[in-house]
């Protein structure tokens, strides 16, 4: 069994800072890709960053300069910082890794149970 545990949303103001982390557990090998999505009611799940585990990272072009994406290979967590937070990022926002769970295993895309990030004042 392979989970992926995000933690971090809330209510935030226009402007301010939250910071997003997924921590991936259970029997796992190795992890390659990890990303995050979001979905805003009314939307589309859409793509806002993801990272190799070489550390190279993509980003969608409504998030650059406000968003950084990185994470800890070791402990196997993938971090989202944002700032300059917008009313348009209120979403339910997604953890999203690429898990082999042995060493010849085909890896699986995984998802967490996502968490609310709300931009209101």
């Known amino acids: 069994q392979v989970q992926l545990v995000e933690s971090g949303g809330g209510l935030v103001q226009p402007g301010g800072s939250l910071r997003l982390s997924c921590a991936a557990s259970g029997r796992i090998f190795s992890i390659n890709a990890m990303g995050w999505y979001r979905h805003a009611p009314g939307k589309e799940r859409e793509l806002v960053a993801t990272?190799?585990?070489?550390?190279?990272?993509n980003y969608a072009d409504f998030v650059k300069g406000r968003f950084t994406i990185s994470r800890d290979n070791y402990k196997g967590i993938v971090y989202l910082q944002m700032d300059s937070l917008k009313p348009d990022d209120t979403a339910v926002y997604y953890c999203?890794?690429?898990?082999?769970?042995?060493?010849?295993?085909?890896?699986?895309?995984?998802w967490g149970q996502g968490t609310q990030v709300t931009v209101s004042s």
């Open positions: 999203n890794a690429d898990i082999a769970r042995y060493r010849f295993s085909t890896p699986l895309s995984y």
């Open positions: 990272i190799t585990s070489g550390g190279n990272t």
